[in-house]
């Protein structure tokens, strides 16, 4: 998985409690990527972060937040989970020399 | 809102047979790229075709590019068990994000 690792893998929470995804690559990519899966909606762009300290939105941002406070590390953050919010999570990164991206192994998450 | 679509949504073939999906976009791009998700794993890059080209290969894949119609097709000959996948269009524009399709589902049948 091109050097991308998502923790957890797995995780059952329950409504309104915060849960915090975490990212992490080691391909020293700038660019990095937040998306949610869901069935029959393909992958939809939370957040992405273009740089440490460089975030922005991308078009299912609400109730998500991002810190990214190292090149390697990208967090995911719901601060007080919905059941809406029950998906698999997948994380990218991309290269400047490329326009293609590379995809962590996902997180299930089930919010109860 | 998502910019490719890809169709059919499903699609089930015997081995060996070849399998082709299509993609249709809104507005111009960078590049159109294709990805595979085996099931309960991430996305794995296929191919990409610039707005320039009109015809890619990779193996036993073959990508179109009609950017009059705002359409792409990928085939796959000669189908394996292996190809059974869900396959995604993913269209590029002039940042550094990329929007994904809903996806094909495709079956391989022994």
Known sequence: DAGITQSPRHKVTETGTPVTLRCH???????????????GHGLRLIHYSYGVKDTDKGEVSDGYSVSRSKTEDFLLTLESATS???????????GLATDTQYFGPGTRLTVL | SQQGEEDPQALSIQEGENATMNCSYKT????????????????VHLILIRSNER???SGRLRVTLDTSKKSSSLLITASRAADTASYFCATHFND???????????????
């Open chain 2, 96 to 110: 550094y994000k990329l929007s994904f399709g809903a996806g094909t589902t495709v079956t391989v049948r022994a």
């Open chain 2, 55 to 57: 015809e890619k290969h």
């Open chain 1, 25 to 39: 690559q080691t391909e020293n990519h700038r660019y990095m990527y937040w998306y949610r899966q869901d069935p």
């Open chain 1, 84 to 94: 809406s919010q029950t998906s698999v999570y997948f994380c990218a990164i991309m």
């Open chain 2, 28 to 43: 111009s791009i960078n590049n159109l790229q294709w990805y595979r998700q085996n099931s309960g794993r991430g996305l």
